[in-house]
């Protein structure tokens, strides 16, 4: 019954490294979100898209980047990982129109050494 | 830019006691959201409640909302060492493609 899915659930990388992080929903969903969760931050939004190939930058963007090329993926890129990126990460997801109930994945913790 | 602020940050109380967790957000909303959090979890949603009601009940779960006072509460009613969690409020300013803003999180524990 699982309904967004991300690839993977523990990450170590180190700096400098190339980072994707994969987020897949399979409930026809045209919007898609990446947040990061900071302890005493909360959750705070990277990026979104409202449709494939559409993307729009949240509150914090700067370092990440992200791609939609599929309807159902979503994908977070940091091009050179920092130190300062390790964060829990979550994807989610919803309908585009009506009451705007996010669904989340589990989360991908990433650890940048 | 984040809205919506919880409070307490943390809450401790007995098993079968309520549990009431405050919300607090800037902005005219179009509906508010109440999200849980198990300890390295995804978010997931509780209970929404649009701007035209002040009361939403689903379970032991009761919501309020003061537009005038930009305020909501999240009441869980006799609670349960598996209501331990964190609870986040979330406000949506209008309706379509809005990013929900989140507050920073009320973290319940529940002790048997």
């Known amino acids: 019954d699982v309904k967004v899915t991300q690839s993977s659930r523990y990450l170590v990388k180190r700096t400098g490294e190339k980072v994707f992080l994969e987020c897949v929903q399979d409930?026809?969903?045209?919007?898609m979100f990446w947040y990061r969760q900071d302890p005493g931050l909360g959750l705070r939004l990277i990026y979104f898209?409202?449709?494939?190939?559409?993307?729009e930058k949240g509150d914090i963007p700067e370092g990440y980047s992200v791609s939609r090329e599929k309807k159902e993926r979503f994908s977070l890129i940091l091009e050179s990982a920092s130190t300062n990126q390790t964060s829990m990460y979550l994807c989610?997801?919803?309908?585009?129109?009506?009451?705007?109930?996010?669904?989340f994945g589990a989360g991908s913790r990433l650890t940048v050494l | 830019s984040q809205q919506g602020e919880e409070d307490p940050q943390a809450l401790s109380i007995q098993e079968g006691e309520n549990a009431t967790m405050n919300c607090s957000y800037k902005?005219?909303?179009?509906?508010l959201q109440w999200y849980r959090q198990n300890s390295g979890r995804g978010l997931v949603h509780l209970i929404l409640?649009?701007?035209?009601?002040r009361e939403k009940h689903s379970g032991r779960l009761r919501v309020t909302l003061d537009t005038s006072k930009k305020s909501s509460s999240l009441l869980i009613t006799a609670s349960r060492a598996a209501d331990t969690a964190s609870y986040f409020c979330?406000?949506?300013?209008?309706?379509?493609?809005?990013?929900?803003?989140f507050g920073k999180g009320t973290r319940l524990s529940v002790i048997a």
């Open positions: 989610a997801s919803k309908q585009g129109s009506g009451a705007n109930v996010l669904t």
């Open positions: 409930m026809d969903h045209e919007n």
């Open positions: 898209s409202y449709d494939v190939k559409m993307k």
């Open positions: 902005t005219s909303i179009n509906n």
């Open positions: 409640i649009r701007s035209n009601e």
């Open positions: 979330a406000t949506v300013t209008y309706s379509g493609n809005t990013p929900l803003v």
